[in-house]
T-cell receptor, first 112, second 115 residues
C-alpha cells in the first residue's frame, strides 16, 4: 500500500542551527515527491518537489531536499533556521493522476 | 488573482444539521479536491473532481457530498453532521496532472466543530 511516514511528530531547533526533517515513503514506483509547509491558521504552501533527474532539489525559503531511492527517503534540510520557519511540514507523494498522499506532519519549534 | 477561497472560516453545527462549505478558485484549474485535517493524521482526501461534472470519492467520503457544475466552484455538503466530522477542511486545486503543473494550491481552511 502507498504510504508516507514522518517519524518525528515535533522537532525543536535553536535559531541559526541546521534542520533536517525526515520522510520515508512506500510506493510501487518512483513517485513524485513534495514538501509542503503550513503556517498557523493557514493552508499548505509548496516548498519544493521532485519528479526526476538531480536527486537534490532546491525550494523556496532556503530549503532543499534529497531523494534517496535506496532508502525510500526524501528528507528536508535547511542550513540555518529562522524563527519564521516555525510551522508544520508535510511530506507528500503522488504519481500521475491527481491523488496525493500526505504524511502526518512534523511540527517545527524554533528556540531563540 | 484570489487563488483558492473558502467560506466560512469557522462554523459550529449541532449534530444532525446540514451545511455546505464553499470553495472557489479563479485560476482555471482542472482539478479540485477536499481534504480534512485531523491531529496526527495529516490530510485525508474526501472527494475530488477532475473537471466540471466529474467527481469521485477519496479516502474518507462517507457523510459528504460534492458536485462541480462549473470549473470555478466545488462545494462540500455535510448531509447530517456528526461529532466525528469536527475537523479543519481544506480545498485545493491543481492545474492538471502533467508533471509541469503537478502542484496543489490550498485555500485557508474552514474550522468546523460539531457539538
Amino acid at each position: 500500500a502507498q504510504s508516507v511516514t514522518q517519524p518525528d511528530i515535533h522537532i525543536t531547533v535553536s535559531e541559526g542551527a541546521s534542520l533536517e526533517l525526515r520522510c520515508n515513503y512506500s510506493y510501487g514506483a518512483t513517485p513524485y515527491l513534495f514538501w509542503y509547509v503550513q503556517s498557523p491558521g493557514q493552508g499548505l504552501q509548496l516548498l519544493l518537489k521532485y519528479f526526476s533527474g538531480d536527486t537534490l532539489v532546491q525550494g523556496i525559503k532556503g530549503f532543499e531536499a534529497e531523494f534517496k531511492r535506496s532508502q525510500s527517503s526524501f528528507n528536508l534540510r535547511k542550513p540555518s533556521v529562522h524563527w519564521s520557519d516555525a510551522a508544520e511540514y508535510f511530506c507528500a507523494v503522488g504519481r500521475g493522476g491527481f491523488k496525493t498522499i500526505f504524511g502526518a506532519g512534523t511540527r517545527l519549534f524554533v528556540k531563540a | 488573482n484570489a487563488g483558492v477561497t473558502q467560506t466560512p472560516k469557522f462554523q459550529v453545527l449541532k449534530t444532525g444539521q446540514s451545511m455546505t462549505l464553499q470553495c472557489a478558485q479563479d485560476m482555471n484549474h482542472e482539478y479540485m479536491s477536499w481534504y480534512r485535517q485531523d491531529p496526527g493524521m495529516g490530510l485525508r482526501l474526501i472527494h475530488y473532481s477532475v473537471g466540471a461534472g466529474i467527481t469521485d470519492q477519496g479516502e474518507v467520503p462517507n457523510g459528504y457530498n460534492v458536485s462541480r457544475s462549473t470549473t470555478e466552484d466545488f462545494p462540500l455538503r455535510l448531509l447530517s453532521a456528526a461529532p466525528s466530522q469536527t475537523s479543519v477542511y481544506f480545498c485545493a486545486s491543481q492545474r492538471s496532472s502533467h508533471q509541469s503543473s503537478y502542484e496543489q494550491y490550498f485555500g485557508p481552511g474552514t474550522r468546523l466543530t460539531v457539538t
